[in-house]
């Protein structure tokens, strides 16, 4: 992006920020194409970018991608290929998994939905999975719905099993009753302790699993996480979820809350991630 292009939104988010109005440029955020670049995710989690987004090529087999309206299928390369890898398995039983949001084609914040999703590294994975083969291998939904899940089942354990023992993989934020459900889960897809230790305990997540990549090495703009605390998560940190104060964490947040604070997002990503602000 040139240099008065990016004046120009600045500009345009100065003049627009006390009125609480939107940039121009978030009108069109999931129309935007990527960067031409090398893959390469900047930032935080939760205060990033990605630039040379990659996304599926339609090949894929046993996917589904549920929400393709929103524009947020674009990750890093490493997300793409955990992703096409997972499907390759559960195709392999005839099953499908559906795939909520990756990141926006230049990753940084979304006004609604989420806090992190922004260096192309997270994804939202639904606990529902197809069962039938029913049509093309690869699939597209515009505007799917998550369901609540009630009972974690074989296949949702072996789709937690497989991302959990992924290399590429992090971390992986679950519900704290689905947690539970893992720790004292005896079967023969029981996770090991390296497995379990990935996977923790947090609001919402009721529905689908949040996986969340290490910093890939072609990223040294990417800021890493302080690290999951030792052991399995299944104790004293699991008991707390359950608590009146942790019950209190989930409060929705209006819409002028939602605004604000994604305004207060934008101004506040690292220099490199000027791309985001593209207005075409
Ligand atoms: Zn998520």
Same mark, same amino acid.
């Given at each position: ?18 009125? *609480? ?37 339609? =090949?894929? =087999? ?98 937690? =099993?497989?991302?959990? *023992? ?43 699993? *949040? ?70």
């Amino acid at each position: 992006m040139t240099y008065r292009i990016f004046t120009l939104a600045l500009s345009l988010f100065v003049t627009t920020s006390c009125s *609480h109005n939107l940039p121009d440029f978030t009108s069109r955020l999931s129309a935007r194409l990527p960067t031409d670049s090398k893959p390469e995710a900047i930032g935080e989690y939760a205060m990033g970018c990605l630039q040379g987004a990659q996304t599926f090529t339609g =090949k894929e =087999k046993g996917l589904v991608l549920s929400q393709m309206k929103r524009g947020r299928y674009w990750g890093h390369p490493d997300l793409i290929n955990l992703l096409t890898r997972v499907g390759i398995e559960f195709n392999n039983s005839n099953k499908k998994i559906i795939i909520g949001d990756l990141s926006q084609s230049r990753g940084g914040p979304t006004i609604t939905g989420h806090n992190s999703h922004q260096t192309g590294l997270d994804v939202d994975v639904w606990f529902k999975i197809l069962t039938k083969i029913d049509g093309p291998s690869f699939r597209v939904l515009e505007t799917e719905e998550m369901k609540q899940f009630d009972e974690l089942g074989d296949d949702q354990i072996k789709l937690i =099993k497989f991302m959990a *023992h992924d290399s590429t993989v992090e971390r992986i934020f679950i519900n704290p009753s689905f947690k539970k459900k893992l720790c004292i889960y005896s079967g023969s897809l029981k996770l090991t302790a390296e497995e379990q230790h990935k996977m923790r305990a947090w609001w919402g997540h009721d529905d689908h699993i *949040h996986v969340r990549l290490k910093c890939p090495s072609d990223s040294p703009l990417c800021a890493s996480q302080k690290p999951v605390p030792a052991g399995d998560g299944c104790g004293d940190d699991l008991n707390w979820w359950f608590t009146d104060e942790a019950k209190a964490g989930t409060a929705d947040a209006s819409w002028p809350e939602l605004k604000s604070a994604y305004l207060d997002k934008i101004k506040n990503l690292p220099a490199q991630c000027s791309f985001y602000y593209d207005t075409f």
